[in-house]
């Protein structure tokens, strides 16, 4: 007589035989045979007080690894409060799998426990989305999820697992294990590639606009290359504030006078206004380059608005492959020395005024995020290996563009705030000594502050750099911008405690209300070895936009 598994334990196991140890979860009735199914299967289980914060894991996870982050919740409710936090997987290309327990399949259309049409739900921020349908092909199902999400244009995947079959017994000679299924990438074709490195020769002022694909060490290195290979100045774009990124410097003015625009993995979106209109040369030409065919017929349609033919070649391709292909075939030496127009551009990208390294606050007990950030950097540029998470609102803005970021994670083009505390967890799973720092604002520090427990109760140290203005301030500069000084509300906050929270969750706090402070306290929150808030009190200060001087 055979034995049999629980499709439970198929699910458990495949997961590990496919290279996912790690789980980021959270309990509930439907998953509860997946946790007993992992002690066999030795799966760690890193469980989280908020569904959200295991996809955000996750999806760090899947950024700073390039292998797929997992995420493990349960149905219906559980499900309903990942699915947001897929947004930000989707927006930053992020490889990662959100498996969701799910109502049996003998109960559905009954009114069973939980029943929610999950599959559907996730499709609009995912890859690809579906309930599982056969106990014997889990692990199919999973390799399957797996593949779609580190192929082409990475991005997250959903499958549903209903509970009556994580509860099935098979044989095991019917159990269909998963093989390890390699991620398909597109090298580029020959001629494409040729016209490529033809158009950058050929250009007065090209410019590389490389996606999140490459906002990793190993991609920058990359577009550093391609940069000193092609004399093209290369630069990544992974905010939504797209060409207004104060990380890009007075990057406005540079791509204004761009004769040729290179988007290497880059979508042709809002972020880069659809390179037309004010601001951009209305001869500009676009070269597309993307994995995905759709988003090059996208270009394309785009371009073609304003003056007929603006896209001059549309090439499928993974963005690294087609940067490496570039690379081999640009004529340029990497000896030859920079073209004026790359200086010009350098120069631009690099800019950032005089009058931030002597910034002060004018409010006495509160700093100017300036001063915060010029008090962090030597702590940053310590370690090459530094982890560097930035999130959202106008203080972090001002973190980007003061902070190097050869090791950085923001929350990416989906905009969306509340991820970096997640993401310091997950990036000191992986990075195990050099610091690991999360500069965020009082409003955003409030959706996941509870993964300090969790932080605290692994054993994960990380700094996060609060700046506390009491107040949604991104929100309210549009308030006293669009609608005026006087009809600003709705964004208030109370100067909070954050810090005591932290130390109550068993992490460590520090409150910070004069700039001389702050490098000691920074210094002591490294040294306490534990999840640690460093509480800045700081002015309300509108996120910089950098112009060159005219
Ligand atoms: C999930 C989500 N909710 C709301 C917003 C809108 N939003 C963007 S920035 C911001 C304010 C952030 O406040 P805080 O963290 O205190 O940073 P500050 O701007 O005050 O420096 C808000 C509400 C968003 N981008 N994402
Ligand atoms: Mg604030």
Not at 63 to 77: D, H, K, M, N, Q
Not at 145 to 172: C, F, N, Q, W
Not at 379 to 406: H, K, N, Y
Request: neutral net charge; contains cysteine; proline residues 5%.
């Amino acid at each position: 007589m055979t034995s049999s598994l629980r499709g439970a334990d198929i699910v458990a196991r495949s997961l590990k035989r496919l290279g996912c140890g790690r789980v980021f979860t959270l309990s509930g009735n439907h998953i509860m045979s997946i946790f007993d199914a992992a002690i066999e299967a030795g799966l760690d289980l890193v469980h989280v007080r908020h569904e959200a914060a295991a996809v955000h894991m996750a999806d760090a996870h899947g950024r700073l690894t390039g292998e797929p982050g997992i995420a493990l919740v349960t149905g219906g409710p559980g499900h309903a409060n990942a699915v947001g936090a897929l947004f930000t997987a989707l927006g930053a290309e992020s490889p990662m799998v959100l498996l969701s327990g799910h109502a049996a399949t003998w109960e559905l259309g009954r009114g069973g426990f939980q029943e929610l049409r999950q599959a559907e739900m996730a499709a609009p921020v995912t890859k690809a989305s579906w309930t599982a349908k056969d106990p014997a092909r889990l692990g199919q199902d999973i390799a399957e999820a797996i593949r779609i999400a580190t192929s082409g244009r990475m991005g997250p995947v959903h499958v549903s697992l209903p509970s009556d079959l994580l509860d099935a017994k098979i044989d095991e000679n019917d159990i269909l294990w998963p093989e390890h299924m390699a991620a398909e990438r597109g090298t580029p074709n020959e001629s494409a590639a040729d016209e490529i490195v033809a158009a950058l020769a050929g250009a007065q002022r090209p410019v590389i606009i490389a996606g999140p694909q490459l906002s990793n060490v190993t991609g920058r290195a990359l577009l550093a290359k391609l940069e000193a290979a092609t004399g093209a100045p290369a630069v990544i774009m992974e905010s939504p504030r797209g060409i207004l990124d104060a990380t890009l410097g007075a990057f406005t003015d540079l791509i204004g006078r761009a004769d040729l625009i290179v988007l290497l993995g880059k979508a042709l979106d809002f972020t880069t206004k659809w390179a037309s209109g004010p601001g951009f040369d209305p001869a500009v030409r676009i070269v597309a380059i993307d994995p995905d065919p759709a988003l090059i017929e996208r270009a394309k349609h785009e371009a073609g608005k304003e003056k007929g033919a603006r896209l001059v070649v549309g090439c499928t391709a993974d963005a690294s492959l087609a940067a490496e292909a570039l690379i081999s075939r640009a004529k340029i030496s990497a000896k030859k020395s920079p073209s004026s127009w790359l200086k010009e551009a350098r120069t631009a990208l690099d800019n950032r005024p005089a009058e931030w390294s002597s910034i002060v606050s004018r409010t006495p007990g509160r700093l100017h995020p300036a001063e915060v950030f010029r008090a962090l950097r030597p702590f940053v540029e310590r370690d090459p290996d530094t982890v560097l998470i930035c999130d959202g609102g106008e203080f972090a803005q001002w973190g980007q563009s003061m902070l190097p970021l050869r090791r950085r994670l923001i929350n990416g083009v989906a905009g969306s705030i509340g991820s970096s505390l997640s993401f310091a967890l997950a990036a000191r799973m992986i990075e195990h000594r050099a610091p690991v720092f999360a500069v965020l604002g009082d409003g955003t520090i409030g959706f996941h502050i509870s993964e300090f427990e969790t932080a605290a109760r692994r054993g994960l140290p990380f700094v996060a750099i609060l700046g506390n203005d009491a107040r949604w301030n991104a929100e309210s500069e549009i308030q006293r911008r669009e609608y005026g000084a006087n009809r600003t509300h709705g964004c208030e906050l109370t100067p909070a405690r954050y810090d005591q929270v932290v130390a109550a969750f068993g992490g460590h706090g520090e409150y910070v209300d004069n700039a001389a402070a702050l490098p000691e306290a920074i210094e002591r929150a490294l040294l306490s070895g534990k999840p640690a808030c460093i509480n800045v009190m700081i002015e309300s200060t509108a996120a910089p936009s950098i112009r060159l001087k005219v």
